[in-house]
């Protein structure tokens, strides 16, 4: 057993050493653009580009600028489109190499050891399946980016791994007041037993928090201001809005020929008929399924960074309009899936869901890779629009095992509280 577990962690480390080393050459010698949008200024390229972005507003902000409304500062003038807390880092010009390089290359480095710790694996060559999540066009574009959401990914891991209340409520505070969506990780309380404890502190922690926006409303009204700043479009863009946006806008004519049959067959096969298949052969399971039932009611870190990533992903696909890098949050499907894939002796469901996850990761950054390199030029709004398709199933598929293990959820509290009223 020893020598087995002796084993995984040399192998694990093994790999996130060749990740890293593979990571770094892609990067240093430019290969992964232009499939990553480059950040070029009077010639120069810049990384971490979304992270020192923050770095330059609190230097505009000492100055006295608004950087709401105003950043000179920042290469590209990009106003600050983030919480007041990220205006408040201290000493960034005594230590300027260590917060412009070395603290995002933490970041990074942290995320990246995480990712690989989520794979364990019976058979060797499934660590294939590790190449599409690392190397997807999502996970790199982050990295390049150092963007924020490596750093909100990193506090929802430590969100589920940690039961003590206070350091709970002090880093869904902390990471709200950075960014807003992060306020869905308060749903961490619904694995509380006690229906009166998962209300008092969903609602306590909510009312502390609106307190906090309710002082910061001016600057919160310039960041949605500013919300082009955050608006993806095309095929980097991850959103409902994205979808039904391009949809609707996507002419398909040829020699003055009105070909828009073309989209809508595309729509019904590329998502409409495989949901519909979906349906029939895996709806009826999920409902019944032991680890769905029981996936609020075990505490246990898998079940609590499913739930987490599920909420926060269909968020912010639903209600905003995404770039591609917050697609990291599938990233946190995969522990409870795989859990559900080596474990269970009726573990088809969970196959098929991790390859789906697999697929969409490949899939999304080989069309990326065609589209932004101009190979296939002619096919570009078919590979786009094939790509929303493949976001919007996988999408409606998280949605459909939450409600299944909402349900459940439900059931278990009313259950609770029927007995609780017929003991008294």
Known sequence: MFTRELKNKIFTLNLYLITVISIFLLITYQAIYPTIIPMIKNGSLHLFADWSVILNANICSEKGYDVYLFNPCDQWERKHVYGDLLLNIPFIKDFNNFYFIYLPVIFNLLFVYVLISFFQFRRK????????????????????????????????????????????????????????????????????????????????????????????????????????????????????????????????????????????????????????????????????NESVKTLFLKNVYANRLYVLSSIVVLTCYFAFSNYIYREIFFLGLIPWILRGKISLNDNRFFNVYFYVLVGKFFVSTVLIYFNRNEIFTAYHAMFTLIKHCFDFYLILLVLIVLLSSIKFLVENQINLMYHKKSDI
């Open 125 to 288: 060559i499934e660590n294939l399946t590790i190449i599409p999540f690392i190397f997807s066009a999502s996970t790199i574009l982050a990295i390049e980016r150092a963007n924020i959401d490596i750093v909100i990914f990193l506090l929802m891991i430590f969100v589920s791994y940690n039961k003590k209340i206070f350091f709970n409520y002090l880093s869904i505070i902390l990471v709200t007041l950075s960014k807003f969506y992060p306020i869905l990780l308060l749903s961490v309380f619904l694995f509380e037993k006690n229906f009166k404890r998962i209300i008092f502190n969903c609602l306590f922690l909510s009312l502390i928090i609106f307190i906090i926006f309710y002082f910061q409303a001016d600057e919160i009204k310039k960041i949605f201001a500013n919300s082009k700043q955050f608006t993806a479009t095309g095929i980097y863009n991850f959103s409902f809005k994205g979808l039904i946006t391009y949809v609707v806008n996507l002419n398909i004519v040829i020699n003055n020929q009105d070909f828009n049959w073309i989209k809508y067959c595309m729509l019904v096969f590329c998502l409409i008929l495989p949901l519909v298949l979906t349906l029939i052969k895996w709806l009826k399971y999920i409902f019944t």
